[in-house]
């Protein structure tokens, strides 16, 4: 597997070309950008590497370009990272993004559903194989009270909705992440609680690998799970919350927090008259409504949620 930005075909021993390998452009945040998954010198590796050097025939039959940034929204992807991507005309691209819409407190899932479906209707049309994964809840992840927790996982649902949704409509590859088991176990994620750790990378690798080879998708041996690093330390975390983590919280806060405060708020109320299921019900009205108001590829009527994911290549946790 190579990490290129450009490829091109190499000189063979006989004075030749060999083929230009296979292109696999990554997309999205800072989860595809591999963060929780250090290498030696610097830097990171991440999931997209391990996949990619498992779906060629021989480790270097595969170019990945990652273009993943730590903090990358939805609109970030389809704006800046899309247009890279369609240039480079791969045959694998992975389309893993939409946490970080959670966490801002401008989110609006209609904004993200258009987000979304443009980038993957795209790099589709391109005749790319595009690979999605449905995201675990960030407040479950971080631990945070239920008033506070409840919003956001409120805002992720509606994110893998879309997400699933997308994913059946352009007949794309999809890993329900957020139902595999490891999910939960704190030995798959990093000390921030929100990446993984080299071994989540590794098993979210091998379950999109998994995922491609139950599609029917040429791929290579799957990647392997064995660690080359050591796995994170509870002092580990206590000195990430006490550096790098505090400044991760106030810069979120500045922005989140005092709209969480106030869905905070809102939630406590509902919870008091019992009503909490009324905020679930208008959360999914607005995720079928900003379905709904998706344009049919190529132009046409306006496209109509069916309510599953049948048409997706999907594998289940």
């Known amino acids: 597997m190579t990490v290129r930005s450009e490829g091109t075909a190499a000189p063979a021993a006989g004075g030749g070309r060999l083929p230009a390998p296979v292109r696999f452009v990554a997309l999205g945040d800072s989860l595809t950008e591999g963060l929780g998954d250090p290498v030696a010198g610097g830097g990171w590796r991440g999931w997209a590497a391990l996949l990619a050097g498992a779906l060629g025939e021989r480790p270097d039959a595969v170019e990945l370009v990652n273009l993943a940034r730590s903090g990358a929204q939805t609109a970030d992807v389809a704006e800046r990272q899309l247009p890279v991507a369609r240039e480079l005309r791969p045959r694998f691209a992975s389309l893993v993004v939409g946490a970080n819409d959670t966490l801002r407190a401008a989110f609006a ?49 509606a994110v893998n909705t879309v997400v699933h949704e997308v994913s059946a409509r352009y007949r794309g590859v999809h890993l329900h992440l957020a139902d595999h088991p490891w999910v939960t176990e704190r030995a798959s994620w990093s000390v921030d609680r929100l990446h993984p750790a080299e071994r989540g990378h590794r098993l979210l690798a091998h379950g999109f690998h998994a995922a491609l080879a139950g599609a029917g998708l040429p791929v290579g041996p799957p990647p392997a799970l064995t660690l080359d690093g050591p796995p994170p330390t509870r002092a580990g975390s206590a000195v990430w919350m006490a550096t790098r983590g505090t400044r991760w919280v106030a810069d979120r806060c500045t922005d989140l927090l005092p709209g969480l405060l106030a869905l905070a708020l809102q939630e406590c109320r509902h919870g008091i008259t019992g009503s909490g299921r009324l905020l679930d019900a208008a959360a999914e009205r607005a995720t079928r409504t900003a379905l709904a108001a998706l344009p049919e590829p190529g132009g046409g009527a306006l496209w109509k949620t069916s309510g599953s994911a049948k048409g997706a290549a999907t594998m289940a946790g």
């Open 109 to 157: 899932i209609e904004r993200v559903a258009a987000a979304l479906d443009g980038a993957h209707g795209a790099l589709s049309a391109d005749g790319a194989v595009v690979l999605t994964a449905c995201l675990p809840d960030p407040g479950r992840m971080l631990g945070l009270p239920g008033p506070l927790a409840r919003p956001l996982a409120r805002r992720m649902r």
